[in-house]
């Protein structure tokens, strides 16, 4: 079993919509869990971070993490174009913060 | 945010040849960096563990005589592969921690360097 599940996707919306990302993982002692937005051939740029359970809102988008069922999810509100991109889970933790385990991303379009 | 800047962004060799990537902290010290490996349409694969002053750790199933790894100075990685094959093509991006809490780092990642093997 991977330690972080997430669908490749592909998915794709209208511009406006409300977009909705997810991750599963199995290690419960992660604590530290990542959203990164990756353009095709770039680097990964870090969205959010969130420490444990709750919510986190930045603008559009919002994260939320639910260690109970070791599940996380993104929304991006009123999506735009220029959110196009593969978005990649990533989490962290005990007994070091160093190694991040990733999902395999899920690639969004977002049509104008 | 941190920068963390990757050299060169793009190479094409031909088989059988070595290519050096480097991987820089431009604004903050790194006693450790990562590389990573990405095929079209996959997420990071994690190869290496880079470790300033000793040797580098490497994932199960990286071949450490094909990728060499030097962490030479606080600010400097570089990722060697040697006797590249076409199935080296590959992304090979480079990130670097920078530490917000104990137990937390933020990793910044370079913009990555796409090897192409003919």
């Known amino acids: 079993q991977k330690e972080v599940e997430q669908d490749p996707g592909p998915l794709s919306v209208p511009e406006g919509a409300i977009v909705s990302l997810n991750c599963t993982y199995s290690?419960?002692?992660?604590?530290?869990f990542m959203w990164y937005r990756q353009y095709s051939r770039k680097g990964p740029e870090l969205l959010m971070y969130?420490?444990?359970?709750g919510n986190k809102e930045d603008g559009r988008f919002t994260a939320q993490v639910d260690k109970s069922s070791k599940y996380i999810s993104l929304f991006i509100r009123d999506s735009q174009p220029s959110d196009s991109a593969t978005y990649l889970c990533a989490m962290s933790g005990p007994p070091t913060g160093n190694q991040f385990y990733f999902g395999t991303g899920t690639s969004l379009t977002v049509i104008p | 945010g941190a920068v963390v800047s990757q050299h060169p962004s793009r190479v094409i060799c031909k088989s059988g040849t070595s290519v050096k990537i480097e991987c820089r902290s431009l604004d903050f010290q790194a006693t450790t960096m990562f590389w990573y490996r990405q095929f079209p349409k996959q997420s990071l694969m994690l190869m290496a563990t880079?470790?300033?002053?000793?040797?580098?750790?490497?994932e199960q199933g990286v071949e450490k005589d094909k990728f060499l790894i030097n962490h030479a100075s606080l600010t400097l990685s570089t990722l060697t592969v040697t006797s590249a094959h076409p199935e080296d093509s590959s992304f090979y991006i480079c990130?670097?921690?920078?530490?917000?809490?104990?137990?937390?780092?933020?990793?910044?990642f370079g913009p990555g360097t796409r090897l192409t093997v003919l």
């Open positions: 969130t420490y444990s359970s």
């Open positions: 290690n419960s002692a992660f604590q530290y």
């Open positions: 990130s670097a921690p920078f530490w917000i809490r104990t137990s937390y780092n933020e990793q910044f």
């Open positions: 880079s470790n300033e002053g000793s040797k580098a750790t490497y």
